[in-house]
């Protein structure tokens, strides 16, 4: 079946020497992975590297066989051609780094409109904005809302629970401590044209650890991304 479609680029594997398999997030039908022959060669091949660099937004015409196999590009073009985040080291680390969280937490297959929706918004307020310090700390916990397991119960309570998501009044085990829970609260309020300055570079680390902490604990199978060590230098 020959589908057109929006797509987000989540990865992108060499195969061999010359081919690609792409994995991206479609609006018509959630994660599909792709086979590029010829990624690198050909003056006539339109299915280049350059297409398939972290998070670009792409409009394809594909032949989706449903089958759990390898599907097949027929044309592609960038459907929102960025403007900074490829050029700007800190925004292009960024984009890194969220595409390998993308990757080992978007587990389901299947159309999800909302979720399209929100990286693509996402990701255009990343490109045209220069203040962008909490942008990917704000992303983490709102992509929670979409993945199931977004902050819940009153948070007037001291303690934030992490494997089950709740604030509660009294410590356990896999709580947050005090101090730690109220940094978190400032984060769950903030938007992402909030006041980049509120927090320091060592919350900004704090808040990350427990992010990357919460997805470890709530999607199974969660790696912490090879990448992680070099976000937390660029904004340390």
């Not at 680029?9 to 609006?27: D, G, M, N, P, W």
């Not at 960038?78 to 292009?92: D, R």
């Not at 940094?183 to 570079?201: A, V």
Request: hydrophobic share 40%; net charge neutral.
């Amino acid at each position: 079946m020959l589908i057109k479609t929006k797509a987000v680029v989540i990865s992108a594997v060499k195969y061999q020497e010359k081919s690609l398999i792409v994995r991206c997030f479609t609006l018509s039908d959630g994660l599909k992975s792709y086979f590029v022959t010829n990624a690198f060669t050909g003056k006539k091949n339109n299915q280049k590297n350059a297409f398939f660099q972290p998070l670009n937004q792409l409009e394809i015409e594909a032949y989706h066989k449903n089958k759990g196999a390898l599907e097949r590009f027929k044309e592609i073009k960038l459907s929102f051609p960025y403007q900074s985040i490829t050029s700007n080291i800190y925004k292009t680390t960024i984009a890194i780094f969220l595409s390998e969280v993308l990757h080992n937490a978007i587990k389901e297959d299947g159309k999800n409109d909302t979720l399209f929706t929100y990286l693509e918004t996402a990701f255009n307020w990343l490109d045209h904005h220069e203040e962008t310090s909490n942008f990917h700390l704000i992303f983490l916990l709102q992509l929670t809302r979409y993945l199931g397991f977004y902050p819940q119960n009153s948070s007037e309570y001291e303690y934030f629970e992490l494997t089950e998501g709740v604030f509660i009044p009294f410590e356990s085990a896999s709580c947050l401590s005090k101090e730690q829970t109220t940094l978190f609260k400032s984060l769950i309020d903030l938007k992402f044209e909030d006041d980049q300055k509120i927090f320091t570079g060592f919350q900004r680390q704090i808040l990350l650890n427990i992010l990357i902490d919460y997805y470890s604990l709530n999607i199974e199978g969660f790696k912490k991304p090879k990448s992680l060590s070099v976000l937390k230098e660029v904004f340390s």
